[in-house]
């Protein structure tokens, strides 16, 4: 149960109408790294958690995101609000109110003229929410893994709408919003880590022949080693190995058929064969342009 409290996590001040910059803030609102995406995230993982502590965190987290999805949507609103009242009291010139819907890097006409100025679901190119969006796959070392690669760029994008602004007010919003990310962050670090083991994500243990394997797929400049081919944790196979198949077969796919379905497929094989020692003439040589 939800008890909706009107005033916002955090104020919103504006200091201007922006209708360029609410188009772009737009992103954080029905974008896939998003608020309302966070929360459905969050908050379907906490349905269907059965540990209790992270239950308990998801719904929290999911609620909070609501609230954020509430602050980006008044300061979209906001920096709207000028062009809105413009576009539907008609008050300017067809021309000047079409060049400050779309000047410069700015695409608003499209949010102002299909949603009268308000908060869309929608990022800031125009595309449609949807629940495509939500990566929840039912198992907590993998979910908790996939949320905090979410609030990572959650926190990128707003670093990055930060960077376009210099509204004082806005400014100060967006920061509040990409600091809770990095809050989010580590309570999503710190639910995984308490999960003992949690690598690899799952139950099931991976082969050993292969698990710490790195197979170095490089030839010539760029060639690397670090941290992520490291002889002390991988055994790393070079190219020249790798002419073989890992498992020790020939590498080639096979199946087992019945006497039946081997004779249509031999059939099949014989009737649609091709010549490889013959060169017809085509289209192509002829200059024909096939329609």
């Known amino acids: 149960m939800f ?26 609102f029905g974008g896939p790294q998003g608020e309302l995406a966070a929360a459905c995230r969050y908050f379907t993982q906490a349905i269907g958690e059965d540990d209790p502590g992270r239950k308990d965190m998801l719904f929290d987290i999911a609620t909070e995101e609501l609230s954020h999805l509430e602050v980006i949507g008044s300061l979209v609103a906001m920096l709207n609000k000028g062009a809105k009242g413009q ?3 008609a008050t300017m010139k ?19 003229i299909l949603y009268g100025g308000g908060p869309a679901l929608t990022n800031s190119g125009g595309q449609l929410w ?3 969006y939500i990566d929840t796959i039912g198992d907590p070392t993998a979910d ?6 979410a609030e990572a760029r959650a926190k990128v994008i707003y670093e990055r709408l930060i960077n376009v602004t210099d509204d004082p007010g806005v400014k100060e919003a967006l920061g509040f919003l990409m600091t809770r990310e990095i809050a989010h962050l580590q309570s999503f670090e710190k639910a995984l ?5 949690n690598f690899p994500p799952g139950k099931l243990p991976g ?17 690397m080693s670090g941290p992520w081919n490291n002889e002390s944790t991988f055994e790393v196979v070079s190219e020249r190995e790798q002419q073989m198949a890992v498992d020790g077969g020939d590498g080639l796919a096979s199946v087992k058929l019945k006497k039946d379905e081997l004779a249509d ?5 014989s009737r649609t064969a091709s010549d490889p020692e013959s060169d017809p003439e085509t289209s192509a040589d002829r200059g024909t342009v096939l329609s």
Do not use: C, W
Not at 94 to 112: F, K, M, P
Not at 207 to 223: I, L, T
Not at 265 to 269: C, D, G, K, N
């Open 3 to 28: 008890a909706h409290n009107k005033r916002l996590q955090y104020t919103v001040r504006v200091s201007q109408s922006n209708p360029g910059l609410a188009n772009l803030l737009l992103e954080q």
């Open 207 to 223: 082969d050993p022949k292969f698990s710490n394997v790195y197979f170095n797929m490089s030839q010539g400049d760029g060639d």
């Open 193 to 197: 880590y308490s999960i003992e083991p």
């Open 144 to 149: 908790l893994r996939s949320n905090v690669a």
């Open 130 to 132: 949807n629940a495509g």
């Open 94 to 112: 067809e021309a000047d109110l079409y060049r400050s819907l779309q000047g410069a890097g700015n695409d608003s006409h499209v949010t102002q």
């Open 265 to 269: 497929v031999q059939a099949m094989v």
């Open 87 to 89: 576009l539907a009291e």
